[in-house]
Nanobody, 127 residues
């Protein structure tokens, strides 16, 4: 059982920033690509960003490119998503995912049954 625990969601005004965290086990952290997806009620879950478990390859959705930074801290087995210049359309439940495939595949393929998922954390951007 892969355990992914997200934190850091909340309410923020437009233009503000949030940093999401996803903690996992050392085994998963060191062998799996990890990423962030988000979902609005009634819509499909969509890719936000992903990062390789080796090297420094990072990928972003066009909708967040230039406003988001995905990173990993191997000392804490934790992945992060720093979101800046937040917009109301960023409002969603954000999910952490781990994949035995590649980080680029997470971007190209989107949601697949093979991912492990966290429980999700709500991000609300409004004034």
């Amino acid at each position: 059982q892969v355990q992914l625990v997200e934190s850091g969601g909340g309410w923020v005004q437009p233009g503000g920033s949030l940093k999401l965290s996803c903690a996992t086990s050392e085994r998963i952290f060191n062998t799996h690509a990890m990423g962030w997806f988000r979902q609005v009620p009634g819509l499909e879950r969509e890719f936000v960003a992903s990062i390789a478990w080796v090297g420094d390859n990072r990928y972003y959705a066009d909708s967040v490119y230039g406003r988001a930074i995905i990173s990993r801290d191997p000392t804490k087995n934790t992945m992060y998503l720093q979101m800046n210049s937040l917009k109301p359309e960023d409002t969603a439940v954000y999910y952490c995912a781990a994949s035995g495939g590649s980080a680029i595949a997470m971007k190209l393929n989107g949601v697949t049954d093979s991912y492990s998922w966290g429980q999700g954390t709500q991000v609300t951007v409004s004034s």
